[in-house]
């Protein structure tokens, strides 16, 4: 009987035309560690997706996203198998954005995911929580995490947009929100909002990380002790951001 890597490599074979068809990349770096969530720590690999279903007016990628007065048309089209050949077999890979699932119904996402796979990688998705995957993409997918980005923080404050029922995935799904404390009356109205938006997703209180906001240590660890014992008090998860500590803002970290 053929492995499921052995299958998807067949599938790719019999496919080739697949793997010549484009996605928008912001930019593929690596090898680096993931910093934040239920996987700090893990060495892996990025890849950045062009374009975003949201506008948010604090996006720290907006060149990834086309919008923020950069044309989605500035981010170049590679070939799927360009990309995933740029990662390393058998390593953790890491798609984001913009917002990686705002191309889940394309059939190069479907190649891109079944390419990565066939090369034995772990697959980890960092998504704004909008929008479900789907297709067999959906089921060699290894982790979800949901980084809302909801409410006020939006360009356009006509946008609306809402989380997602994500209870099919929740088992391999966490929900993981940045504390700004100047944007909360107090840490406990912080942490009832992130646990209202978890039961919004259909995510367990178990699956909840909060984080502070930050890009380089000091602030980062100004506000982490009060924030890890909100967390401990209420029963959830508490990350930093260890890529921060190690380099700071550098891109490609």
Not at 58 to 67: A, E, I, M, N, V
Not at 129 to 153: E, F, M, N, R
Not at 167 to 191: G, H, R
Not at 199 to 213: D, K, L, Y
Request: glycine share 8%.
């Amino acid at each position: 009987m053929r492995t499921l890597r052995e299958e998807l490599n067949a599938k790719l074979d019999n496919d080739a035309a697949a793997l010549e068809s484009t996605l928008r990349v912001s930019e593929i770096f690596g090898p680096t560690i993931q910093g934040e969530g239920s996987h700090m720590g893990i060495p892996c690999y990025f890849i950045r997706l062009g374009g975003c279903n949201l506008s948010c007016d604090w996006c720290d990628t907006p060149y990834s996203t086309g919008t923020h007065g950069i044309p989605l048309s500035t981010i170049g089209l590679q070939t799927v198998k360009n990309i995933a050949t740029q990662i390393p077999t058998d390593t953790t890979v890491i798609i984001t954005g913009g917002e990686p699932l705002m191309h889940t119904r394309r059939p190069a996402f479907q190649t891109l995911i079944t390419a990565l796979k066939a090369r034995g990688c772990t697959i980890h998705i960092e998504t704004n929580g909008t929008t479900l995957p789907t297709g067999q993409a959906a089921a060699l997918i290894d982790h979800y995490t949901i980084s809302p980005k909801l409410g006020v923080t939006m360009v356009n404050p006509r946008h609306k947009p809402t989380l997602a029922n994500w209870e099919p995935f929740k088992e391999n799904t966490i929900l993981k929100t940045v504390w700004e404390p100047q944007a909360w009356d107090s840490i406990d109205e912080f942490i009832t909002h992130t646990k209202n938006l978890a039961t919004q997703a259909g995510i367990s209180p178990r699956n909840i990380w909060v984080m502070p906001e930050g890009a380089t240590a000091e602030p980062l660890n100004q506000k982490w002790a009060e924030l890890a014992q909100a967390a401990a008090d209420n029963n959830i998860n508490a990350s930093h951001r260890l890529h921060a500590l190690a380099w700071g803002d550098a891109k490609g970290h």
